[in-house]
């Protein structure tokens, strides 16, 4: 017999900032990818190493991710493979 199902949480109806975890929930992209994005890569050689290309919004004091739904949107929008 197993426990009862994780609670997923989800942001507030119209909430613009979302933390990294609701993030991945409304973008489907994984958390690390979502992570590396806002925060840059540093790889082991200087040629891996990857510059941030999702803005995050930091708040002082707090060491959360959050997320601009409208950033988002727009890098998704950015992110279309025309083909």
Request: with cysteine; hydrophobic share 35%.
């Amino acid at each position: 017999m197993s426990g009862p199902a994780p609670r997923r949480r989800t942001p507030a109806p119209g909430a613009r900032l979302l933390n990294a975890q609701e993030a991945v929930e409304y973008t489907g992209i994984p958390y690390t990818t979502l992570r590396d994005l806002a925060l840059g890569v540093r790889g082991r050689m200087d040629r891996d190493a990857r510059p941030a290309v999702l803005p995050c919004v930091r708040i002082p004091g707090c060491r959360r991710l959050w997320f601009d739904r409208r950033d988002l949107d727009a890098a998704i929008n950015r992110w279309h493979w025309k083909h």
